[in-house]
């Protein structure tokens, strides 16, 4: 916003004020670069081990999750099976 007299009207600045004019957008640097959700600051503050840890971690994570998923199928089809064998025999 620059001093003129329209904008010291607009905000109710008396004409004979002395006032100094801050542009803040003018200060703010530039945005950073975003990457997966992390900035380029978090990235160069982390060693590239521990980022390959961290890949790691994450991957381990995935593995535990595929075999809890595939326990839990198995789990379902053996249910499954015995509601089949229980409609066989009906009930004692």
Do not use: H
């Amino acid at each position: 916003m620059k001093d003129t007299p329209e904008n010291r009207k607009k905000l109710r600045i008396p004409v004979t004020s002395n006032i100094a004019w801050i542009d803040l957008d003018a200060q703010r640097e530039p945005p950073e670069m975003v990457t997966s959700g992390w900035t380029d600051t978090q990235i160069k503050n982390k060693a590239i081990t521990q980022i390959e840890d961290l890949i790691r971690q994450n991957e381990l994570a995935v593995e535990a999750m595929e075999k809890a998923i595939a326990q839990q199928r198995n789990q379902i089809n053996d249910l499954k099976a015995v509601r089949q064998r229980k409609l066989l025999i009906g009930d004692s």
